[in-house]
């Protein structure tokens, strides 16, 4: 079993950079892959992108490739997404996922848990 809690959501301006972090809990945070997931309004839940269990693999989708970057700390039961040149388009529910399936998971079907979601909301 793994509890996963967002936070780090808000309101910033294009161009603006946020972190957002997830704490888990239970030990089999450690050994999952973990992503990041959004979802706008009207749209379905979207990958962002996901970190191996050791932090050395990384998988992002176009849109965010070069401007985000998961990192993870496994000793504080922790990931981050860090979001640098935000866009309007980057606005929505960020969620983090733990997935015990596979080490570089995109489908959200792969993933077990999930947290409770945050708030991004990036204004022209």
């Known amino acids: 079993q793994v509890q996963l809690v967002e936070s780090g959501g808000g309101l910033v301006q294009a161009g603006d950079s946020l972190t957002l972090s997830c704490v888990g809990s239970g030990r089999a945070f450690r050994n999952s892959g973990l992503g990041w997931f959004r979802q706008a309004p009207g749209k379905e839940r979207q990958f962002v992108g996901v970190?191996?269990?050791?932090?050395?693999?990384?998988y992002y989708v176009d849109a965010v490739k070069g401007r985000f970057t998961i990192s993870r700390n496994n000793a504080k039961n922790t990931v981050y997404l860090q979001m640098n040149n935000l866009k309007p388009e980057d606005s929505a529910v960020y969620y983090c996922a733990a997935s015990s399936q596979a080490t570089i998971a995109i489908k959200r079907a792969e993933y077990d848990y999930w947290g409770q979601g945050t708030q991004v909301t990036v204004s022209s």
């Open positions: 970190i191996s269990e050791n932090g050395a693999t990384t």
